[in-house]
């Protein structure tokens, strides 16, 4: 079935630093790929998405490249802020399947 | 303002004691589901319905039930609450079609402790 790899452990930074966080996916068909990111005490939002291979998704500062022949999505930002501690999700869908099958999240803490 | 709510937003209840958490969404959209949050396992799908009348088990469906009367609305049912039901819920909403075919929209969370 579809599954989604992160990373594991949280991710401690200093402000200003480099974050990459990585994403590997398997997928029966073609998915579209997701980051999700969840802010403390908050719902879950959309950060950025690809939907076919080689695309970038982007916003906020952040960038990922839908890399089908090494089946990644990573995350990366080039100048944290203390604003973007927060836990972060990889995601994937299919056409025609039912569900986001999620990563299980990544901690992200900038340090001041 | 387009969102998805959920109500309520904490509770704690006693095992055995039946509740209902309500999902609302206001962007006519077909497809709702339910998710629950748990440290070191991420999200996980409980339910989800493709459209009115229309539901199927996700991943983790035992003790719970949903129901879809109606478009904007996907209440998640806990009829005998157990403490292993203590986690953090969030319905999803999407519209299937288009651009945002498989992008989910969420509400807020609600926090369940079963006591």
């Known amino acids: 079935g579809d599954s989604v790899t992160q990373m594991e452990g949280p991710v401690t930074l200093s402000e200003e630093a480099f974050l990459t966080i990585n994403c590997t996916y398997t997928a029966t068909g073609y998915p579209s790929l997701f980051w999700y990111v969840q802010y403390p005490g908050e719902g879950l939002q959309l950060l950025l998405k690809a939907t076919k291979a080689d695309d970038k998704g982007s916003n906020k500062g952040f960038e990922a490249t839908y890399r089908k022949e090494t089946t990644s999505f990573h995350l990366e930002k080039g100048s944290v802020q203390v604003s973007d501690s927060a836990v972060y999700f990889c995601a994937l869908s299919t056409y025609g399947n039912n569900r986001l099958a999620f990563g299980k999240g990544n901690q992200v803490v900038v340090i001041p | 303002e387009a969102q998805v709510t959920q109500n309520p937003r904490y509770l704690i209840t006693v095992t055995g004691k039946k509740l209902t958490v309500t999902c609302s969404q206001n962007?006519?959209?077909?497809?709702m589901s339910w998710y629950r949050q748990d440290p070191g396992l991420g999200l996980r799908q409980i339910y989800y319905s493709m459209n009115v009348e229309v539901t199927d088990k996700g991943d983790v469906p035992e003790g719970y039930k949903v129901s879809r009367k109606e478009k904007r609305n996907f209440p998640l049912i806990l009829e005998s609450p157990s403490p292993n039901q203590t986690s953090l819920y969030f319905c999803?909403?999407?519209?299937?079609?288009?651009?945002?075919?498989?992008?989910?929209?969420f509400g807020p969370g609600t926090r369940l402790t079963v006591l």
């Open positions: 999803a909403s999407s519209p299937r079609q288009g651009e945002a075919y498989n992008e989910q929209f």
């Open positions: 962007m006519n959209h077909e497809y």
